[in-house]
């Protein structure tokens, strides 16, 4: 009877992609995400109070 346990599963490979709560963002891409946030209220808001 043969063992069907992986006995090398240390030495396994870490997944190409990651789930985004558990990986470590950047200064960079903080900001990045903060600018995005800020135009997307700038439009929001902004362009039904400049047509009021």
């Given at each position: 009877?043969?063992?069907d346990t ?7 490979e ?18 990045f995400?903060?600018?995005?946030a ?15």
């Amino acid at each position: 009877m043969s063992d069907d346990t992986d006995a090398d599963a240390d030495d396994a490979e870490p997944p190409e992609r990651s789930t985004a709560p558990q990986s470590e963002y950047t200064t960079g891409q903080v900001a990045f995400g903060f600018v995005v946030a800020l135009v997307g209220v700038a439009i929001t808001f902004g362009m039904p109070l400049a047509f009021l």
